[in-house]
């Protein structure tokens, strides 16, 4: 959303006719404590949007934008921009400093050129005030010699800085606000529903993540037909859905037991975690083979013991530790 459609959603809340509401997600399992301190404080409003689908035909939907401050989110921008103008200030008032080594602001045009060198550098844009002046100092050169005295001027640019406290509170109220757009209706998704959604949205980027890195490694351009493409996004799609399953089956008992899981880091036996990935669990299951060795005719079959960790990974899972050694049966 531009800046400009943003500062006029914004506008109601600033002249305070409209009061935004607070906001709280449930824990993990669930609950939502009322009485708990809100995460977020938003509101919501519906546009009419229409576009043309692939046959020509205009469509036509509703769709609710939910307009959301994350508190910590401007608590910790707020922080970071009332740092860059302290550090912008501090810089700004020692650059008429005397100092040995250190050249001197040579007339106005040059300490206006420095002050904005350091708004720049700090992006303190319309955050400070800064007041440039000129001192003019003159002295008498005595007669020396055959040289008549003369009288020398001298200027010394003079630079003076201070925090624009309007123009910060201003920026300070815009930080922390964001937009999200949704096709459900309120009554399938409310707005604290939502933000839970928005900010549960790393679990959505961890499985892109393997789709495109080693879990999967999904490489669709080196297919040349299209339907070869479409047959491995369906298969790495259910990989996809069994790598996930696996890691919440597993992180769903450790929590309802309480407990952690040990033995998953290499070189760290005793390295405990409540939330291991799946690839962290398959790794753990690396090494067990089931071999066939013919003898004298006959077939047999080894199967890997499974060591306690390994035991226990399969208990996580849900998975009978009985269908294991019917590999072999």
Not at 54 to 71: D, Y
Not at 184 to 204: F, I, N
Not at 289 to 296: H, P, R
């Amino acid at each position: 959303m531009p800046e400009a459609e943003l500062d006029r959603v914004l506008a109601p809340v600033f002249r305070g006719v409209l009061e935004p509401s607070e906001i709280r997600v449930p824990h993990t399992n669930g609950a939502l404590d009322e009485t708990a301190d809100p995460v977020a404080i938003g509101f919501e409003y519906t546009v009419e949007l229409s576009a043309l689908d692939h046959a020509g035909q205009t469509q036509a939907w509703q769709e609710r934008r939910l307009v959301v401050r994350s508190l910590a989110f401007a608590a910790s921008q707020e922080k970071n921009v009332r740092q860059r103008v302290a550090h912008a200030v501090t810089e700004l008032n020692a650059l008429d400093e005397r100092k040995q080594g250190k050249a001197r602001i040579p007339d106005e045009a040059g300490a206006y050129q420095a002050a904005a060198a350091i708004i720049a550098k700090h992006r303190v844009e319309g955050l400070v005030h800064v007041t440039v002046t000129t001192d003019v100092y003159t002295h008498v050169k005595r007669r020396y010699g055959t040289r008549l005295a003369t009288t020398v001027r001298s200027e010394r640019g003079r630079v003076r800085a201070t925090c624009a406290e309007v123009p910060l509170a201003h920026a300070v109220r815009r930080l922390g606000w964001r937009v999200y757009a949704t096709n459900h209706a309120a009554e399938e998704m409310r707005l604290a529903q939502g933000v839970a959604a928005y900010r549960s949205e790393y679990l959505v980027e961890q499985g892109f993540g393997r789709l495109k890195g080693r879990s999967l490694s999904l490489t669709p351009l080196f297919l040349q037909y299209e339907e070869r493409i479409v047959g491995l996004l369906y298969l790495l799609s259910i990989a996809l859905r069994v790598l996930v399953l696996m890691q919440c089956v597993v992180r769903r008992n450790l929590q309802h037991a309480g407990t952690t899981l040990k033995g998953l880091y290499p070189g760290q036996p005793g390295r405990q975690t409540a939330q291991p990935t799946t690839e962290m669990l398959l790794s753990a299951l690396r090494g067990v083979t089931l071999s066939w060795i013919k003898i004298d005719g006959k077939l047999h079959e080894h199967l890997t013991p499974l060591n306690a960790v390994q035991k226990r990974i399969l208990a996580l899972m849900e998975v009978p530790l009985e269908s294991y050694g019917q590999l072999v049966t």
